[in-house]
């Protein structure tokens, strides 16, 4: 009962119990070992095995398997070129060149607007302009810049604006905080962020707030980890951090931010009573790292026990990173999971000057950690910094942005 | 000769499923099986035309059958839909909607995990209420059309999130604010499992959530309800969140007695939440020696929050 998280044994034994218990005995059992084999084996970053596994599936085609993700193609390029970059990996050859020429494959244009599709021939998406757009981004070439057509994107945008400040995802589809934090992305990233673009925006994010601190993905929505990361990540595009504390209830989404951390496991659950999930290091973890900055508090989450999670838990065999122990590897998770290792190897710090000049979201430092009490920053665990706000390692949003200056 | 079930699809000029302009890069390429490309290619030969008929409203169900999440897919459903409900007389409409949230219920069971489908959902509803029943919402019978696909999956998975979601919509759509209906679905889910938050957040909402309706929850009701709940499971986080919930505007000074009875027993270890609420009662009262030492108390036993209560403590 001490160790636990906190569920008495007199309790009736409900579908909540079970599972939570079934997690920490597992996770326990491989915190056991590795204690036992004394510190000098605590596991580190298989970067080589991870930048294999990224390099793989880019450089050849994906098993027939994958026609699941058939509508996320440019997902399934943001998620391996992100996690290859931030391993240490680089674009060399024409991998770069390739990604891009994919990419702009997936364009839908007409002669009043553009967008990013789930792949060739389908319609423009939010989901897929935010992933094709960071994608390019991440080839970091000037040359393919140029085929984004800022206008019409700016014009695709208004059309998926609704009265009440959000977005949809697509015409006819769903509006949520996702839809509406990748169009803000997608906006800024490329500077038509407007007024007519954002009005009512914050506002309607401060309503999907709910009363346990986070938010839901739209108004009386349970809050949800991955939809919360999507309203803060969102409001630091809209306003700078001492504007946020006035819009949204500060206090409550500490509470519920740091809440999400569970004793034994170390990592992240996405709600109240659900389980750890390695992808929450990055939707709760890099949400966490903004608070900080917006909230002026200190750590909101103690990033030795999310490492020590990642580390010891979310690595697979023979390579890739995963949800929990028994889960096999995916490009989601191994994305996600390496955001959330460099926010743990990171502060986020906010620059005033440089918010108020380059726009709020280009106001956000990252700074390595070298505190030891804080966390343990061995170099063989290293990787790039992160900005969470656009999902990107510190540094591609700007060069994209600037490109776009007007 | 080209056909899927009835129909004949000879004459659809098929298209390719990757962009000619990318030939030769192995990047993103999903190496499709035969019957996916042969289906997808007819379909994304039937989008290019526009094609609205029976035979394209066929071939989006054999697509979406195999990938739910295909957006493009369900869009151009409800386009073939709408033009069919357009086409055919009043007696069609009952059947060809009905058909449909039926067809909408069977993929739901099938994709457990998706956005598309409850949104969808929601707008063949929206078809419905405006061609069956002349704009008249109460007509539409929402405990025989909706409940019994939501138990269901519920039974299956408690939580889950796109489920609960369309729970939500309709309690808005239909102005369900306070009905008891709803407050017996959350309190037998919560009868089964006091941990499914997702019950307790759509509790929350049935009773706060809407703001200008008529409707306003009953607060000593509502905190009898809750107190018992965590009674039931003194640890368990949900219902020491719906507490502080509905206690937010009031403060906590009233709940000091019953958070007492689990911060003060000797044979086990001391509930958190209640140890939390008890500082903050302190804090209120202004009792700073008082909130100081539970602060402290809360760092031993919560110590990965060690910085948090830290934080409050000082």
Known sequence: MDESNGISPSEKLTDTIEKQLKVENDIQDIYDEVLAQGSDKFPTLHRKAHLKYTGLFLHRELPSAMYK??????????????AHLLLGGTTEDKMGEEVARVILSYIYETDRYQGISGGYGQLPHLASTYAGIMSLALVGDEKWYAKLNRTKIYTFLVSLKLENGSFRMVQGGESDCRATYCALCVASILGILDEK??????????????????????????????????????????????????????????RWTCNRQYAIEGGLSGRTNKLVDGCYSHWVGGMSALLECVSGYGQVVNRTGLQNYILCCCQAQPFGLIDKPGCNPDFYHTNYV?????????????????????????????IRINDDTIIDNLEANRVLPLDPIFGLPAGYSRTMRDYFRD | MTSFGSYNYSDVKTLPLDSPETKGIAVCKILYSEEYKKLMSCLRGLMAVNELSPRALYMTELVIGKVAAHYTVWLYRYKNIKKIVEETDKEGWHRVLEDELKWCGRVALANEKNYQIWHYREDIIELMISHLYGGDSDKYDVEKEEFPIIETLIDRDEKNYHVWTHRRWLVERFKMYGSPRELEFTEKRLAEDVRNN?????RFFVLFGGKGEEFEADFDTELGFVKRQVCRSPTNPSSWNYLRGICAKKGFVQLKEFVTQFTEQKETD?????????????????????????YEQLKKVDPIRQNYWESYGV
Not at chain 1, 69 to 82: C, E, G, T
Not at chain 1, 218 to 246: K, M, N, V, W
Not at chain 2, 198 to 202: F, G, K, L
């Open chain 1, 69 to 82: 993700l058939d509508a996320s193609h440019p997902w399934i390029i943001y998620w391996l070129l992100n």
């Open chain 1, 197 to 254: 673009l954002i009005k009512g925006t914050a506002e309607w994010f401060a309503r999907c707030q709910t009363y346990e601190g986070g938010f839901g993905g739209e108004p009386g929505d349970e809050a949800h980890g991955g939809y919360t990361f999507c309203a803060l990540a969102g409001l630091c595009i809209l306003a700078p951090p001492s504007r946020i504390a006035q819009i949204i209830d500060i206090p409550t989404l500490v």
């Open chain 2, 198 to 202: 997702s019950a307790w957040n759509h």
């Open chain 1, 338 to 366: 390496l955001c959330g290792l460099s926010m743990c190897q990171h502060f986020q710090v906010y620059n005033e000057k440089l918010g108020e000049k380059e726009g709020y979201a280009f106001g956000y430092q990252q």
């Open chain 2, 270 to 294: 001391p509930v958190i939440p209640a140890l939390e609420i008890l500082a903050e009662i302190y804090k209120e009262e202004k009792q700073q020696d008082k909130w100081r030492e539970v």
